[in-house]
């Protein structure tokens, strides 16, 4: 059965404290792993999207990386305002296209 | 431009009422998806639309649930005689493609129902 599970399910942090959080997926036929940040009230937004192990993708302080197995986010110094729940979600393909999410980190960073 | 959009923000219904949830996607989408995401958890696929293809309804919880899309526009999800475990958000998300790896879903703000 296709899963992804995410890890730890809260995170705190210092400011300037960096870290990772994982996603760990066992799926048929990955056609993607999508990492998104949702903030409370509203709805996911886009962050990466990871093709292939060994790639690799970054945006600000945030960089994704994703093996066989797994997929990174780590989060290099983070500020306040990273505070959020990181979704990470695999589009799968087992006769019909789906996508499949994890529940989620809940990061705060603390000033 | 303009984001995907979704009405209402809020919705309180009684239970057994009946409720239409509607998703307005960004234009010249021509997937989209609704999911449900109870507090605490993760997004649960109900959904999914592409084109004018017959919809992939294996997330739809119980025959409670159906939805509809007129063409490539807006969608509406309706959710019969309402319990109380349907509490819950419902997101709305649009992409590009379709079942393809390249490309990323847009979602909504979503719309909190509570069955009272």
């Known amino acids: 059965e296709d899963q992804v599970t995410q890890s730890p399910e809260a995170l705190r942090l210092q400011e300037g404290e960096s870290s990772s959080l994982n996603c760990s997926y066992t799926?048929?036929?990955?056609?993607?792993l999508f990492w998104y940040r949702q903030d409370p009230g509203k709805g996911p937004e886009f962050l990466f999207t990871l093709y292939s192990a060994g790639e690799e993708k970054e945006k600000e302080r945030l960089k994704a990386t994703l093996t066989k197995k797994e997929s990174f986010l780590h989060i290099t110094a983070p500020k306040p305002e990273d505070s959020a729940t990181y979704l990470c979600?695999?589009?799968?393909?087992?006769?019909?296209?789906?996508?499949?999410f994890g529940t989620g980190t809940r990061l705060k960073v603390l000033a | 431009g303009a984001g995907v959009s979704q009405s209402p923000s809020n919705k309180v219904t009684e239970k057994g009422k009946d409720v239409e949830l509607r998703c307005d996607p960004i234009s010249g989408h021509t997937a989209l998806y609704w999911y449900r995401q109870r507090l605490g958890q993760g997004l649960e696929f109900l959904i999914y639309?592409?084109?004018?293809?017959?919809?992939?309804k294996s997330g739809l919880p119980s025959d409670r649930f159906s939805a509809e899309r007129t063409g490539e526009s807006v969608s509406t999800l309706t959710i019969q005689r309402t319990q109380q475990e349907d509490s819950a958000v419902y997101l709305c998300?649009?992409?590009?493609?379709?079942?393809?790896?390249?490309?990323?879903?847009?979602f909504g703000p979503g719309t909190r129902l509570t069955v009272l």
């Open positions: 998300a649009s992409s590009l493609l379709g079942g393809s790896a390249y490309n990323e879903q847009f």
């Open positions: 799926v048929s036929g990955l056609r993607g």
């Open positions: 979600a695999v589009l799968s393909l087992l006769g019909t296209y789906k996508y499949i």
């Open positions: 639309f592409q084109g004018n293809s017959a919809p992939d």
